[in-house]
């Protein structure tokens, strides 16, 4: 049997993010009989659960900011090392998602290899790029990420474009790699066209089937949400620019609204957040246009989202994006109107033009980013048969 010890995520069952949402197809979805998975999860206790026929342990730790997830992954490689030996298990894989605990991560790894156990790391995007960090901390990440690159026994990249990244800026510790793709589920929402929970937040927030481009994010700068407003507002569109974010008047919401007076435009629409996943689905098909302006590292849970849901997707131009939807979808750059003409231009699309970026789209998830496929690499993986490591 082949245990696979999963820390990094805030555990299973996914309530809401990616890695979550992973860790949760990952369990619920195995085909193999020879992988045992034990997942940790952030919790106010230190209690023992199965979920998905997966051994999940909570792990507690104290709010102490920014900080509380580095010790909340090093109190789950900690409670990982202990079970290994409690139990005398001979075949462990320990599978680190995220880089936080690189400067700690030497110390953990000469115990584990004592002890036969391989760590895998999963490097995310580029979190020390993002603007929510100070310089402080954005330099704690940039170092740890390279403590975890050099000490790791895998690399295993959601996108092609951080594997090049990992290999290139770390190229002096020769990091082995993989490339598995994060995962979409590709069925339609359950809801109708006339479901009472459709039409009711329809008719709550103003907007119309097939009137709207939308855009599912966190609200943080590097999404571009300024860019993606400013662009919007100067477009001829008369469909509503719907933003489903998290919002909650914080700080740069304030900006935005000083910076763009986007108030002043009855097209442009906050509505909060959408956590029934059935209604968001079924909000992201009935959408004319999808916007997806990351650009910070990555294989963006949203983007696969919206490919495989929206029919005509206007995504930043940049190399994460472009390597997911490459001609299922068009491109606009930051440049000063180019948005904007694109908004102008995809208006004019006919509907053959709509259904043949859409079929592109969704084959394109189908194809390489299906959860089945996702599944079974990963499995390929920890069996260790004949995966290529580079």
């Not at 339609?188 to 481009?213: C, G, I, M, P």
């Not at 996943?277 to 009935?286: A, F, H, P």
């Amino acid at each position: 049997m082949k245990h696979v010890f999963i820390i990094g995520s805030k555990g299973i069952p996914a309530v809401y993010g990616g890695f979550e949402t992973f860790v949760d197809y990952l369990t619920s979805r195995k085909k193999s009989k020879d992988i045992s998975y034990h997942v940790s999860c952030l919790a106010n206790d230190n209690e023992v659960f199965e979920y998905n026929s997966a051994r999940c342990f909570n792990v507690r730790v104290l709010n102490v900011g920014s900080a509380k997830a580095v010790l909340y992954d090093l109190f789950s490689l900690r409670e990982c090392i202990a079970y290994i030996k409690k139990n005398n298990l001979k075949d462990c894989i320990i599978y680190i998602l995220a880089c936080r605990i690189g400067p700690f991560f030497s110390f953990y790894y000469k115990k584990l290899k004592k002890m036969n156990v391989k760590v895998y790391v999963n490097p995310d995007g580029h979190e020390w790029k993002r603007s929510k960090w100070n310089i402080a901390i954005r330099q704690y990440w940039k170092q740890s990420e390279k403590l975890m690159v050099k000490h790791a026994d895998l690399l295993v990249c959601d996108s092609k474009g951080i594997e090049t990244y990992i290999k290139k800026t770390y190229r002096s510790y020769e990091p082995k790699t993989t490339f598995i793709a994060y995962g979409a589920d590709v069925t339609n929402s359950t809801l109708t066209h006339d479901d009472v929970q459709l039409t009711e937040w329809y008719q709550r927030h103003n907007v119309k089937a097939n009137n709207y481009f939308l855009v599912v994010g966190r609200f943080v700068p590097e999404n571009n949400y300024e860019l993606m407003v400013r662009e919007f507002m100067k477009s001829d569109s008369k469909r509503d620019f719907v933003i489903i974010s998290n919002v909650e008047q914080n700080e740069f919401y304030q900006e935005l609204l000083e910076k763009t007076q986007f108030d002043k435009d009855p097209r442009v629409k906050f509505v909060g957040t959408v956590y029934n996943q059935e209604l968001l689905k079924k909000i992201r098909e009935q959408a004319y246009g999808y916007f997806h302006g990351h650009e910070v590292g990555g294989t963006n849970p949203s983007l696969l989202e919206a490919l495989a849901s929206t029919k005509l997707n206007l995504l930043l131009n940049v190399v994460f994006n472009k390597e997911v939807g490459k001609d299922g979808a068009v491109y606009f750059s930051k440049q000063v109107g180019s948005l904007a003409n694109l908004v102008n231009k995809v208006e004019l699309y006919s509907s053959e033009e709509l259904e043949q970026l859409s079929k592109k789209a969704r084959n394109r998830i189908l194809n390489d980013y299906s959860w089945e496929k996702i599944v079974t690499e990963y499995e390929t993986l920890f069996l260790d048969k004949g995966v290529d490591h580079k």
